[in-house]
């Protein structure tokens, strides 16, 4: 009987210690538009993220981005110069490579993620401005 009852409550520490309330962030999908008012809003503090190709950054990319690219093999140890709790804003060229590293900062912890929709190539189709 004391088994059963040991078990029992055994199995009731388990479910509980699951049913933690942790913290899980996930990536959002945004508009150019919400990434240039965000950006570039006049209480902005957010991270800007080029997550394309050094050779690509250097074509164009979004005034203040930093370049880190989510295809070299130190990605995650180079974004760990980041702020885990300030919002992080990621592009790439059209989309892919953005959703990719949105997703690798979500598991690392990163509290607030958004992807730019469409990359930087929407963002140019807005007609918004990028520099070289």
């Not at 029992?8 to 240039?36: H, M, N, W």
């Not at 295809?71 to 992080?88: G, M, S």
Request: with cysteine; proline share 2%.
């Amino acid at each position: 009987m004391k088994k059963i009852l040991f078990i029992g409550i055994l199995g009731l520490l388990i479910a509980f210690a699951g049913c933690k309330d942790e913290k899980r962030s996930v990536s959002i999908i945004v508009t150019p538009q919400e990434v240039y008012d965000a950006v570039y809003g006049k209480d902005a503090n957010v991270q800007l993220v080029d997550v394309r190709t050094l050779e690509e950054f250097g074509t164009s990319h979004l005034k203040n981005a930093q370049n880190i690219c989510v295809t070299n093999d130190d990605f995650q140890e180079k974004v760990k110069v980041l702020d885990k709790n300030k919002p992080v804003y990621v592009y790439c060229q059209k989309g892919a490579r953005s959703a990719k590293a949105a997703k690798i900062l979500s598991d690392m912890g990163f509290t607030e993620v958004y992807d730019l929709q469409g990359g930087i190539t929407n963002w140019e189709e807005k007609g918004l401005e990028t520099e070289m």
